[in-house]
């Protein structure tokens, strides 16, 4: 499955933004969507995942309560939505996909993901 990362951009702190990673090439619903970000000088760091098959859902305690997870089947697409943004949420998202699972709470690790996107650009000013 081939991955497409859109929505980045530009936004004050308290904004919101709204990411979409679109599937070429399979179901998505049959694969667990993951958001990392990664931000100049740092790892790449885990944001949020959506299991296949029963939907759960885990976020990061920094993005939690803020950003949510959604998929779209007509689009075959996952979105996320990244409400009351901070400067310290300023990084590359990449939107990953595997057909692995994970258990509510589990962070999953980046080598756990087969499939990535190219990344895209997300700054929140201050």
């Known amino acids: 499955v081939q991955l497409q990362a859109s929505g980045g951009g530009m936004v004050q702190a308290g904004g919101s933004l709204r990411l979409s990673c679109a599937a070429s090439?399979?179901?998505?619903?049959?694969?667990?969507a993951g958001w990392f970000r990664q931000a100049p000088g740092k790892e790449r760091e885990f944001v949020a995942v959506?299991?296949?098959?029963?939907?759960?859902?885990t976020f990061a305690d920094s993005v939690r309560g803020r950003f949510t997870i959604s998929r779209d089947t007509a689009k075959n697409s996952v979105d996320l939505q990244m409400n009351k943004l901070k400067p310290e949420d300023t990084a590359v998202y990449y939107c990953a996909a595997t057909r692995r699972r994970f258990s509510s709470g589990l962070f999953p690790d980046r080598n756990d993901f087969g499939y990535w996107g190219q990344g895209t650009q997300v700054t929140v000013s201050s």
């Open positions: 090439g399979g179901r998505f619903s049959l694969y667990t």
């Open positions: 959506q299991s296949w098959g029963g939907g759960i859902t």
